[in-house]
Structures are given as structure tokens and as C-alpha cells.
């Protein structure tokens, strides 16, 4: 004799999304009024004068880890994971506060300094213009993508990497 299996029974929750609710102004949740968001984008602005400074400070620490390259080669695989994560750092905030080629660079040197990077003497170099055109875009306060001069600084930037790239 087949015993005929039980049916199962499932039942759905569909749960409110009470943050969305609240962000929104719904759910009796507070809405954001004008006056907030002008004095967040003041913030923002009081902010962003001061952000070339911590870069350059950033900047200090990656040409450092740089000189780390070229004097230890046996712990460039270290190195680069530190310059990596400091990339990280600066790629995320640039744009925040209107350096869009910050950004750009340092998106650049962590791709180039991820765990499958080569550890020549030739990438170090590669590393040293990433360092040297972020650092560039700090010194002259240049914003957004740099009009004329982000091209150019954008330019020496990819000739330092295929002249680089050949040479290996």
C-alpha cells in the first residue's frame, strides 16, 4: 500500500520595510526637511576645503610604502597590499568631495597593486606615477576631472604605465 505524502503547507511573511518607510517621510517617520539638507551640504562644503590636506597626508604614506618597494623587494607582495588598501581609501572619498580625478587614480593604483600584481623592479615604477599624479591633482587643488590639466596629468599617467608595461 502507497501512503499518499501530506501536502505541505508554506506560509509567506511579507515584512514592511519600516526604514525605507521613514527615509521616505511615511510611517510617521520625520521627512528631511530643506533647511537639513542645506545645512548637510555646507558640511559638505566646510569639509571638502579641507580634504587636500588629509590626502596629501595620505599621499606622504603612500610614497613611503613606495620607498618600502624599492628598498625591500622581498616584501613587495606586502607592500602592495598596503598600498592597496589605502588606495581603497582614497578612490572612496574623492569623489565626495569633488576630486573626480583622486578618484580616478587611485582606482587605477588598486587595480595595479591587487594580488595577482607583478612584483618588478618596472611596477614599482608604475606604483610611483599613481603616487605622483595623485599627488599632482592635491598640490594644485584640481577638481572635478580637471579640464585641460586633468587630461594632460591623465595622459602622462597612461604613457608611465605602457612605457612601464613594455619595459617588463
Avoid at 624599492?70 to 581603497?88: C, G, S, Y
Wanted: glycine fraction near 8%; include cysteine; hydrophobic fraction near 40%.
Amino acid at each position: 500500500m502507497d501512503k499518499a505524502k501530506a501536502a505541505t503547507r508554506v506560509r509567506f511573511y511579507r515584512f514592511r520595510n519600516a526604514l525605507k518607510e521613514k527615509l521616505s517621510g511615511g510611517a510617521g517617520g520625520p521627512a528631511v526637511s530643506a533647511e537639513a539638507l542645506e545645512k548637510a551640504a555646507a558640511a559638505l562644503e566646510k569639509m571638502s576645503e579641507d580634504y587636500p590636506d588629509w590626502v596629501a597626508a595620505q599621499v606622504t604614506e603612500l610614497r613611503a610604502l613606495h620607498g618600502r618597494m624599492v628598498d625591500t623587494p622581498e616584501t613587495r607582495r606586502k607592500t602592495l597590499d598596503a598600498i592597496r588598501a589605502l588606495a581603497q581609501e582614497i578612490k572612496g572619498q574623492g569623489a565626495t568631495f569633488g576630486y573626480g580625478l583622486v578618484t580616478t587614480f587611485a582606482a587605477s593604483l588598486q587595480d595595479c597593486s591587487g594580488p595577482g600584481a607583478p612584483l618588478s623592479d618596472n611596477h614599482t615604477e608604475v606604483v610611483k606615477a599613481h603616487v605622483d599624479s595623485i599627488a599632482a591633482v592635491i598640490k594644485d587643488r584640481v577638481k572635478g576631472n580637471g579640464g585641460q590639466i586633468g587630461k594632460e596629468l591623465t595622459d602622462q599617467l597612461k604613457a608611465a604605465i605602457e612605457k612601464h608595461a613594455v619595459a617588463a
